[in-house]
């Protein structure tokens, strides 16, 4: 869809339509315990938000909850392009660690810890290095515009410009999943967890025909002639 295309689709106001986007971090493992873990990251990590992560361990994934309870920035690193980078570690409370998934947590401890494991674990270790884990959360949001080609929302995340989201919008009770891409952002407040801080610009990437179609009937029905 070239300029002239997103051009000719008009905008429209929109009330009562939200979403939510899937929000990956890269980061690095520092140590871990039955209880948590600490990891290094170059994005900050949203203290008093729950995150997803998944753990491979010999070919079985290990899913589990955790909220982040502290995150640090601790230094900045230039890049190979030259630009500065923040670097911030963070502590991360797993939930509900009972049954099964404890068993497989501390078989996964048992063959990743560097130091030699007694039969019961109590503390924090470090493990040997793994390949980055991705952590995921959850972004709702408010759609304040909609086109054909994209839409305007407000949301708690900052993201960078040209991040892509897999994202659900909600109209009248129907979920419809798309692909977004971040056109451009505006920060409309200091970040607070679970508050609107940003005004971001979202352009639909690869929309499948029926999530095309549903949002064409939404327009047509529901929004022109208003």
Same mark, same amino acid.
């Given at each position: 869809?070239?300029?002239?295309?997103?051009?000719?689709?008009?905008?429209?106001?929109?009330?009562?339509?939200?979403?939510? $986007?899937?929000?990956? /971090?890269?980061?690095?493992?520092?140590?871990?315990? $039955?209880?948590?873990?600490?990891?290094? #990251?170059?994005?900050?990590?949203?203290?008093?938000?729950?995150?997803?992560?998944?753990?491979?361990?010999? +070919?079985?994934?290990?899913?589990?909850?955790?909220?982040?309870?502290?995150?640090?920035?601790?230094?900045?690193?230039? =890049?190979?392009?030259?630009? /500065?980078?923040?670097?911030?570690?963070?502590?991360?409370?797993?939930?509900?660690?009972?049954?099964?998934?404890?068993? +497989?947590?501390?078989?996964? $401890?048992?063959?990743?810890?560097?130091?030699?494991?007694?039969?019961?674990?109590?503390?924090?270790?470090?493990?040997?290095?793994?390949?980055?884990?991705?952590? +995921?959360?959850?972004?709702?949001?408010?759609?304040?515009?909609?086109?054909?080609?994209?839409?305007?929302?407000? =949301?708690?995340?900052?993201?960078?410009?040209? #991040?892509?989201?897999?994202?659900?919008?909600?109209?009248?009770?129907?979920?419809?999943?798309?692909?977004?891409?971040?056109?451009?952002? =505006?920060? /409309? #407040?200091?970040?607070?967890?679970?508050?609107?801080?940003?005004?971001?610009? /979202?352009?639909?990437?690869?929309?499948?025909?029926?999530?095309?179609?549903?949002?064409?009937?939404?327009?047509?029905?529901? $929004?022109?002639?208003?």
């Amino acid at each position: 869809m070239d300029i002239s295309d997103k051009r000719r689709h008009r905008r429209y106001d929109v009330r009562d339509v939200s979403g939510s $986007l899937l929000f990956t /971090i890269d980061v690095n493992v520092m140590n871990m315990s $039955l209880d948590g873990m600490a990891v290094e #990251s170059r994005k900050r990590l949203d203290v008093g938000r729950k995150y997803l992560l998944k753990i491979v361990h010999n +070919d079985k994934k290990l899913k589990l909850s955790a909220n982040v309870v502290w995150c640090n920035l601790i230094k900045s690193v230039k =890049t190979d392009q030259g630009a /500065i980078e923040p670097i911030y570690r963070a502590g991360l409370e797993f939930e509900d660690v009972i049954s099964d998934t404890a068993k +497989d947590l501390i078989k996964f $401890l048992e063959k990743n810890v560097v130091i030699k494991l007694e039969n019961r674990l109590f503390g924090r270790f470090k493990v040997r290095p793994l390949k980055t884990l991705d952590l +995921d959360s959850e972004y709702e949001f408010i759609v304040k515009k909609i086109s054909l080609s994209g839409m305007s929302i407000e =949301t708690s995340l900052l993201p960078d410009i040209d #991040s892509v989201f897999d994202m659900e919008v909600t109209f009248n009770g129907k979920g419809v999943k798309i692909k977004g891409r971040v056109v451009h952002v =505006t920060q /409309i #407040s200091e970040p607070e967890p679970a508050h609107e801080t940003s005004h971001l610009g /979202i352009e639909f990437v690869d929309m499948n025909e029926e999530a095309k179609d549903f949002i064409e009937y939404f327009i047509s029905t529901e $929004l022109e002639g208003d």
